[in-house]
């Protein structure tokens, strides 16, 4: 649905600056696709060349199997009407009741009065709106203010939604009610969603794919499990980490770990498992089969669109030898294995 | 007496709304799309043109540092060829919505130029077009501040009006000079400063209400 390929963005000021450095993305009919980043990381823009409010420097857009870059300015007017667009900051006309504001998109389309009623007034009831179609938007809550903004972006039935960060200004309640009329509209309207952000909790919730995007390049992208359970960028383990508790206990904080194994001494791993694999009784065998001792420090379970997704944090003892065939066992499971290090001496840390 | 008085004060307060609703109007229907002009055709706006920017920016200026007064003696050429004559109330609006086009396009210009980016933003990511955006988004948007700025200029223009009575134009200044200053009649003088004061308070007031019924923030 939604193909770019090498975008480049540059802006050119005293001092130019390379916005966007080469970014190839794919999306699927269909899918909501996430890109995070940091602030100042490139994704405004990236999400804004989709629909030239940003025109990239270089590069092709295509959506819906057409160059985007290559349409004249009414050609891009017309093009812009099936690609629907939300914001932090809502965006709604102040000077215009809910209902108006709604219909604003359909006027533009040049709809009579009576289609306008006939398309709003559902779309007021999608979004759970429809009490308040006379309030102005300085009546309403940020939330009730972004359902104003889904049902405005749905109103010429777009096949593309962007939502620019379009829950970042909003609690995490009602980022919760956001993102699942973005889901529900997602499955009934079988919208392609393309969202920016930079709370990673958004892209856990409601995203098929993820992209990380770092200083204007795409520098990871995947499933989103994927990336939960094998981040292969620091950025990304730094973004899980923020909802997923990565961190080592406290009694650990003051370890130094070698990258070493010693004799006598133990070995952290952190452990990442999704699915089924949960199931496997992977902590006894390893202990059996490679005689080594385990203990778990720090286990957590976390569901990610309904998978499970775990957390362990495991220390092993035993001979340097039997370490490596442990880790070897660990390895070959469909398990994510990360080693914090390794422990000198007969540490017990846990107790 | 009294009479008399009642009755030249009244001429003479018709003749000032004349003068001063005329070139409002004229302001109206040339200022704010002067405004408008001006901000759309600024730096990264919906219609970037930085020759026009530039050269309306330029003529606006220019009026705004003519003194009224100045101005007013110097289009008289200008008031001959469009109304025949340089006296009486036609001849003063010339000069009037001259100095007032600017001057509303400029309160026009900030007022318009308030107006969130976002909201231009969404509005153009929904596929509007230019002339959409100015007629749905910025005047809608902008318009309780509009109103506001429409308010000063009319109240500027019953100052400016007043001098355009000191050569010739009619109106309550042509007879607080002609009365009040020239035959020392200071009941005159009295009369029409309270008229006009209570002018201004009247459209400000007005002007206010106004701006805070269309409020919707």
């Not at chain 1, 540059?10 to 999306?27: E, F, H, P, R, W």
């Not at chain 1, 398309?119 to 709106?129: F, Q």
């Not at chain 1, 952190?270 to 496997?280: H, L, M, P």
């Not at chain 2, 930085?50 to 920016?57: A, D, E, M, R, Y």
Request: charged share 20%; glycine share 10%; aromatic share 4%.
């Amino acid at each position: 649905m939604i193909e770019l390929a090498g975008i480049t963005k540059i802006y050119n000021g005293t001092q130019s600056v390379q916005a966007l450095k080469g970014i190839d993305l794919k999306v699927p009919a269909g899918e909501i696709y996430g890109i995070i980043g940091k602030s100042g990381a490139g994704k405004s823009t990236l999400i804004r060349c989709i629909n030239m409010l940003e025109r990239p420097t270089a590069g092709t857009v295509l959506v819906d199997g057409e160059d985007m870059t290559g349409l004249s300015e009414q050609q891009l007017q017309q093009k812009r009407k099936k690609i629907g667009m939300i914001f932090q900051h809502f965006n709604l006309l102040s000077s215009r009741t809910v209902y108006d504001n709604v219909a604003f998109p359909l006027e533009l389309a040049g709809k009579s009065r009576q289609e306008i009623r006939d398309e709003v007034l559902p779309l007021l009831e999608l979004v759970g709106l429809t009490e308040w179609k006379d309030q102005y938007p300085a009546q309403l809550s940020g939330g009730q203010k972004q359902r104003v903004g889904i049902a405005r972006a749905l109103a010429n039935k777009p096949k593309v939604l962007l939502c620019d960060e379009a829950t970042s200004a909003l609690d995490p309640q009602t980022t919760q009610s956001i993102l699942r009329l973005l889901r529900d509209i997602n499955k009934k309207l079988a919208l392609t969603i393309v969202l920016i952000t930079h709370e990673m909790q958004v892209i856990k919730e409601i995203c098929d794919r993820v992209g990380v995007i770092e200083d204007g390049l795409i520098i990871e992208q995947g499933a989103v499990l994927e990336l939960f359970t094998r981040p292969r960028t620091a950025t990304a383990r730094e973004f899980i980490r923020t909802i997923v508790s990565h961190d080592l206990p406290d009694r650990f904080r003051n370890i130094r770990f070698s990258s070493q194994p010693a004799s006598g001494g133990s070995m952290v791993l952190r452990i990442s498992f999704v699915g089924e694999v949960a199931s496997e009784p992977v902590i006894s065998r390893v202990s059996r089969d490679c005689q080594v001792d385990t203990n778990i420090l720090f286990g957590n379970i976390d569901t990610i669109q309904d998978t499970p997704f775990g957390t362990l944090i495991l220390e092993i003892s035993g001979e340097p030898a039997a370490l490596d065939r442990a880790l070897q066992y660990l390895r070959v499971r469909e398990l994510g294995v990360e080693v914090i290090g390794y422990a000198a001496g007969n540490r017990q840390a846990a107790g | 007496m009294l009479p008399e008085i009642v009755k030249l004060l009244a001429e003479a307060l018709v003749e000032t709304v004349y003068m001063v609703g005329i070139s409002a109007l004229i302001a109206v229907v040339a200022g704010i799309p002067l405004g408008v002009i001006l901000v759309i055709t600024g730096k990264g706006h919906i219609l970037e043109h930085s020759l026009v920017h530039t050269v309306l920016g330029a003529v606006v200026n220019a009026t705004r540092s003519t003194p009224f007064i100045i101005l007013l003696v110097a289009i008289i050429p200008l008031t001959r060829l469009l109304v025949g004559t340089s006296i009486g109330i036609n001849a003063a609006i010339v000069p009037l919505s001259i100095a007032a086009i600017p001057f509303l396009g400029r309160i026009v210009e900030s007022a318009i130029r308030e107006v969130d980016r976002g909201v231009i933003e969404a509005a153009q990511s929904m596929g509007a077009s230019p002339l959409q955006i100015v007629r749905k988004v910025l005047i809608p948007e902008a318009l309780p501040a509009l109103v506001l700025g429409l308010t000063i200029t009319v109240i500027s223009l019953i100052g400016f009006s007043a001098m355009a009575g000191a050569i010739g134009g009619g109106g309550l200044g042509d007879l607080a000079i002609r009365y009040g200053y020239q035959r020392f009649r200071g009941d005159i003088m009295l009369a029409t400063v309270v008229i006009l004061i209570a002018q201004v308070q009247l459209v400000q007031s007005l002007g206010n209400h106004l701006a805070q019924r269309l409020s919707k923030k």
